[in-house]
């Protein structure tokens, strides 16, 4: 890939993650505080996004989809433009939770593909997994509360429907509070899964060059993210409340648990 391309791509890569914050503050205050300075942003993006596709393709004399990377470019910017030309027709931002996110996190897997300088400092290098490691254990438990929380309310949903009346049943909280807990829960993990992602995608790029992307346990990182994301969408934006959310909650406890187990094998081959 041609330098001033990867320029062009990571510097996309910044301005849509103006949409990912924007989508992480609608998920955690539930109200669009950002979105047409996100969309703005999102927009400018697409733009330099589209350069760095023309750029490299001109540059290689073919169509840029050689690899991993070049595909993640590509079916970003193919994202992108499908949401805005909906989002013109429609005005349908409620889409702009799942796709501002998805583009972010697509477009900088596409932007790390030339190698940069290993860590020169321990220091650094530690704490930036140290980070990554502590968002992601708080991503984990807010997803575990939700979970808790999930079961309780499928059970207690049940007895209510076979009116059945159980004593201890009573000290639980009403299902209209435990809907409201796992709302909450879900933004808060949500948000830190999203920002131990980032963190980790840029540590293993660094730590491993290009070699990252081909690790079965960041694969399954990236998946479970995604299965948060539609958590999350069809939750704010579908409208998703009670036992749709709270199923869909237990599933991506289950991918968190597969991936925290390759995490921590990923980990103990890294550390020095």
């Not at 969309?39 to 330099?48: E, K, N, T």
């Not at 840029?64 to 970003?76: G, Y």
């Not at 990554?132 to 807010?142: F, I, P, R």
């Not at 948060?228 to 869909?248: D, E, H, N, P």
Request: hydrophobic share 55%.
């Amino acid at each position: 890939m041609g330098e001033s391309s990867v320029l062009w791509l990571r510097v996309a890569a910044g301005l849509y993650s103006l949409g990912l914050l924007d989508a992480v503050i609608t998920v955690v205050r539930r109200r669009e505080a950002l979105f047409r300075v996100a969309l703005s942003a999102f927009g400018l993006g697409a733009v330099l996004h589209l350069v760095s596709l023309v750029e490299q393709g001109l540059t290689l004399h073919q169509f840029p989809l050689n690899d991993i990377f070049e595909t993640m470019s590509f079916c970003a910017f193919v994202i992108t433009a499908t949401f805005f030309a909906i989002y013109i027709r429609y005005k349908a931002a409620s889409l702009s939770v799942f796709i501002f996110p998805l583009v972010f996190i697509m477009t900088l897997i596409g932007a790390l593909r030339s190698p940069v300088s290993p860590w020169s400092n321990p220091i650094a290098r530690s704490g930036w997994l140290l980070t990554h490691v502590v968002t992601t254990l708080l991503g984990y438990a807010a997803l575990l509360f939700t979970a808790a929380a999930s079961i309780v309310y499928l059970w207690q949903e049940k007895q209510l429907k076979q009116r059945k009346v159980i004593a201890y049943a009573r000290i639980l909280p009403p299902l209209g509070t435990l809907d409201e807990l796992i709302s909450k829960s879900i933004g808060a993990g949500f948000a830190c899964i999203t920002i131990g992602l980032v963190i980790g995608v840029i540590w293993a790029f660094v730590e491993m060059g290009t070699r990252w992307i081909g690790d079965g346990s960041i694969t399954v990182a990236l998946v479970t993210w995604t299965v948060y994301l539609a958590l999350i969408f069809f939750r704010v934006s579908a409208g998703w409340r009670g036992r749709k959310t709270a199923i869909l909650s237990i599933a991506a406890l289950v991918c968190c648990v597969v991936t925290w187990v390759l995490h921590a094998q990923l980990q103990r081959r890294l550390m020095p």
